[in-house]
């Protein structure tokens, strides 16, 4: 199995700040990567699909990019709405496996 | 607006069956690859199943291989999860989800329920 590895696994930041998640794979997944967002009690949130193709309807201050083994979401200026636990997943093989998960908690 | 509607989580003993059921709407379901995924209380999140779009392909996560079948039936926009021998650590919120796509491989979740918890204890 594909492992993910996201770094940190939580991180502080207040509204404006920017912020950046890694998620690392183990193995070459070309760009099938995707991020989510889930708030505390709800479903999670597609993000960023194809390691860099904004979902539509999220805001563009949220990026994604990489290839192969290693990716990034980027928050551009984080909003109030922004804090949640985000979570990488790679559609490469089977299983699809996800990160453990960051969560972005307010300074 | 896409609805998926997730219904059948209980307490259950270990070694019991349960039968989770996914009500979808909002979208032509017969073209689309489901899933299920779950996550465990304060856990991340684990993918368990896909179904292709007509059923004729199915994949399990190989913690639940031979005890768990994922099924569809496209006439009543609906997708199924037989559980079987469960375990304490089948304990989880079960959500269902749609893929992008409706290939063999499956790609990514764009919609998901609510979630379903099960809740497997003696």
């Known amino acids: 199995d594909i492992q993910m590895t996201q770094s940190p696994s939580s991180v502080s930041a207040s509204v404006g700040d920017r912020v950046t998640i890694t998620c690392r794979a183990s193995q070459d997944i070309s760009r099938w990567l995707a991020w989510y967002q889930q708030k505390p009690g709800k479903a999670p949130k597609l993000l960023i699909y194809?390691?860099?193709r904004l979902q539509g309807g999220v805001p563009s201050g949220f990026s994604g990019s990489g290839s192969g083994t290693d990716f990034t979401l980027t928050i551009n200026s984080v909003q109030p709405e922004d804090f949640a636990t985000y979570y990488c997943?790679?559609?490469?093989?089977?299983?699809?496996?996800f990160g453990q998960g960051t969560k972005l908690e307010i300074k | 607006e896409v609805q998926l509607v997730e219904s059948g989580g209980l307490v259950i003993q270990p070694g019991g069956s349960l039968r989770l059921s996914c009500a979808a709407s909002g979208f032509t379901f017969r073209d689309y690859t489901m899933h299920w995924v779950r996550q465990a209380p304060g856990k991340g999140l684990e993918w368990v199943s896909l179904?292709?779009?007509?059923?004729?392909?199915?994949f399990y996560a190989d913690s639940v291989k031979g005890r768990f079948a994922i099924s569809r039936d496209n006439s009543k926009n609906s997708l199924y999860l037989q559980m079987n021998t469960l375990r304490t650590e089948d304990t989880a919120l079960y959500y269902c989800?749609?893929?992008?796509?409706?290939?063999?491989?499956?790609?990514?979740?764009?919609?998901w329920g609510q979630g379903t918890l099960v809740t497997v204890s003696s």
């Open positions: 989800a749609k893929d992008t796509g409706s290939s063999i491989r499956g790609y990514y979740f764009d919609f």
């Open positions: 997943q790679q559609a490469n093989s089977f299983p699809h496996t």
């Open positions: 179904i292709t779009w007509d059923g004729g392909s199915t």
């Open positions: 194809a390691a860099s």
